[in-house]
């Protein structure tokens, strides 16, 4: 999968539950919000390679998505959708067929969005799934991946498969079932050590 921004990516509002930045209210959120690590670097790229379902610009207040204003949404090779959110401009039309790492944008401020970034989101069969793992990030605000693989990510993929926790080779990791609380908590918190570690 390659990184919406070439410099690497930041994120600056996680995946579910949150603070909404314009009401203060817990909110969730299905997407995660990122900017890129180096300065000026706003092209957005295909995360993978797919077909364009939309690319347009939503103004009516009515429309839910004229949150995002600025968008597009293709159907991944891979099954799932992809949103990128808040775009300045649109490089691709609807219909288009794109390669992995192919511009689809410009990182805007377009609808409901409080700076410049991207709104990432990939759904799962209609359901808004988590796109953190999928980006080798932790699901936290100022977490950081480099185009580069970060070692903690390696580090701790080779503790869980080993642990009996993940199963599976290179990106394709998935849970082992069943996966009970107390692996979990293990695994999170193995997780947390990694991230923080000096």
């Known amino acids: 999968m390659t990184l919406p921004f070439e410099s690497g990516i930041r994120v600056t509002s996680p995946f579910g539950a949150r603070r909404d930045p314009f009401t203060g209210a817990l909110s969730e959120h299905t997407g995660i919000d990122l900017v890129p690590l180096r300065e000026g670097d706003l092209a957005v790229r295909a995360a993978v390679s797919g077909s364009v379902l939309q690319s347009r610009m939503v103004t009516d207040p009515m429309n839910r998505t004229s949150e995002w204003g600025n968008y597009v949404s293709f159907l991944g090779d891979d099954g799932r959708v992809y949103y990128h959110c808040h775009l ?36 799962e069969g209609g359901v808004p799934i988590d ?67 000096t």
């Not at 609808?111 to 990432?120: P, Y």
């Not at 990510?153 to 069943?178: F, K, Q």
């Open 131 to 197: 796109p953190s793992a999928f980006l080798g990030v932790g699901n936290i605000t100022g977490a950081e991946k480099s185009p580069a693989p970060r070692m903690w990510y390696d580090e701790a993929a080779a503790w869980a498969l080993d642990s009996g926790i993940l199963r599976g080779t290179g990106d394709g990791l998935a849970l082992n079932e069943p996966c009970t609380r107390g692996m979990t908590v293990v695994f999170l918190h193995r997780l947390w050590e990694l991230l923080h570690r």
């Open 88 to 123: 300045a401009s649109r490089a691709v039309s609807q219909g288009e067929r794109i390669a992995e790492g192919q511009a689809l944008g410009v990182a805007g401020q377009t609808g409901r969005a409080t700076g410049v970034h991207l709104h990432f989101e990939i759904r």
